[in-house]
């Protein structure tokens, strides 16, 4: 097993490593926000107006409220990456790496609108009436229709590929490494035995992913806001409690982007490429922007252009690593937290490191059981939407026959995943997220004109706000 470790660390550091996924994915995202002209920015205010005021269009293909697809994404995304992954990301990065956190995040948001955009473009309707899109279907459709011949094979590979590796990647950034991390979370504050966390948790969710899209969507719609704002509050108390460190708190963030950081009490000093190596990285875990699941959720939406639901699909970069990311780093940092170290002498790290955090800004002990919630909520919510991603990869590599089964054993997973020690599966899923990333990007970068060219055509039109818009050609 100690071998296997080894050989996994190494893959997952030559993945995201300084020469691979780290400039591709800056990369994709800096080149998206210049030729759409720096869309995430000047139609931010629209996008928000159709996510949260206007909700749904009438008349729209799909199986559920653009709104409630928008929260089937952000409950796929808001999860222990949040928590656990910001905590990782400063204990090895240095405060440093918030600010690529957030870097990741503004140029992302270009990127999941490419995402949503090729995702509702080009959806197609499976065997049971329900809608299918993603990178597994704009890979091969898209690059055939723009491009034809080997392109449009090498599309097709893409694509298979890509679906492979989503429904493999769903049992672990998805599925195990959420249950493991509730059931250390109420262990640890309330000394539940994981085995029943396990078994709880797979009854409640099972409920909910068996039930389909439709009744995802449902539930994600009403429990989604309620997570996120329980979170972001407690946070904000401890930002109001510590309000005189702030500004310090963010030169420090500001300044060791770019300088790397030195030891100061439990922190060991990183350099430069530390800080921006894992920001990037467990920016990504954490808004899944350059993953392509965007699209997958986007293609479930009622809408009547793709360009309305990209937009609405691009603000949940925005609440994922603007919003929640922020408020989780700002703590650790204002708290002090980030320089503690354990009863061994070693720094905190991690979802410890959040706790700590919260504890040291919250009065009594309710620091810990804010954390501990916060695991529970994000990754059960997590649960959820990457189901709903794992199915639509089975559609496309087997058609509809597979979808039921394939729940059936994501649920056993949770109760399996509660039960078992992960340290590998958390090595596996940030490699699995990183090949997942390769193929989307490359259909990105290819198609990219296309989306540039439909957004154009889409602006242009004096009525774009109405939703009486239909879709654009193929």
């Not at 990504?284 to 293609?299: D, M, Q, R, V, Y």
């Not at 970068?445 to 154009?456: A, D, E, F, I």
Request: aromatic share 10%; glycine share 14%; hydrophobic share 50%.
């Amino acid at each position: 097993m100690d071998l296997l470790n080894d050989i996994l660390v190494r893959l997952d550091d030559g993945i995201w490593g300084p020469w691979l996924l780290i400039p591709l994915l800056l990369g994709t995202g800096l080149y998206l926000t210049v030729v759409l002209r720096g869309l995430q920015f000047t139609r931010l205010g629209a996008a928000f107006w159709l996510a949260l005021i206007k909700r749904k269009e009438p008349g729209g293909e799909g199986d559920i409220s653009h709104y409630q697809a928008l929260t089937v994404a952000l409950a796929a995304t808001v999860g222990v990456g949040n928590i656990a992954g910001v905590g990782t990301a400063i204990a090895l990065g240095g405060p440093g790496a918030l600010f690529w956190m957030w870097i990741t995040g503004l140029v992302g948001m270009a990127t999941k609108y490419a995402e949503a955009f090729l995702g509702v473009k080009y959806r197609r309707v499976d065997a049971k009436g329900e809608q299918s899109g993603g990178p597994m279907f704009y890979l091969s459709e898209g690059l055939k229709r723009r491009f034809g011949g080997r392109v449009g094979t090498l599309g097709t590979g893409l694509a298979i590929g890509y679906a492979v590796l989503g429904a493999i990647a769903a049992f672990g950034i998805g599925n195990m490494v959420q249950s493991n991390s509730v059931a250390d979370a109420l262990n640890s504050e309330w000394d539940v035995p994981h085995a029943l966390t396990g078994l709880v948790l797979m009854l409640v969710a099972g409920a909910v992913i068996l039930g389909g899209i439709r009744v995802i969507g449902r539930f994600t719609a009403g429990f989604v806001p309620f997570m996120a704002i329980f979170y972001v509050l407690a946070a904000s108390v401890v930002l109001v409690r510590n309000a005189g460190e702030i500004p310090g708190a963010l030169g420090t963030i500001f300044s060791n982007a770019f300088t790397g950081t030195a030891a100061t009490g439990g922190f060991v000093g990183v350099a430069f490429l530390a800080a921006l190596r894992y920001g990037v990285a467990r920016g990504i875990f954490s808004n899944e922007s350059g993953l392509g699941t965007g699209g997958i959720a986007a293609a479930a939406a009622k809408t009547t252009h793709e360009v309305r639901q990209a937009l609405v699909s691009m603000t949940q970069t925005f609440l994922d690593t603007l919003v929640v990311v922020t408020f989780t780093g700002l703590t650790i940092v204002v708290s002090g937290a980030w320089t503690f170290v354990d009863e061994a002498g070693d720094a905190l790290t991690g979802a410890t490191l959040t706790a700590t955090a919260f504890r040291v800004g919250l009065p009594g002990d309710q620091g810990g059981v804010v954390v501990s919630l916060g695991v529970v909520f994000f990754a059960f919510s997590t649960l959820l939407g990457w189901a709903y991603y794992g199915e639509r990869c089975m559609d496309r590599l087997f058609g509809r026959a597979l979808v039921t089964p394939y729940r059936l054993v994501f649920v056993a997973a949770i109760f399996l995943g509660s039960v078992t020690e992960l340290t590998t599966v958390w090595t596996f899923a940030d490699i699995m997220n990183g090949l997942m990333a390769l193929p989307n990007l490359v259909g990105l970068l290819l198609l990219s004109l296309l989306v540039v060219q439909g957004s154009r055509e889409y602006f242009a039109r004096p009525d774009w706000r109405s939703p009486d818009l239909t879709r654009s050609g193929g």
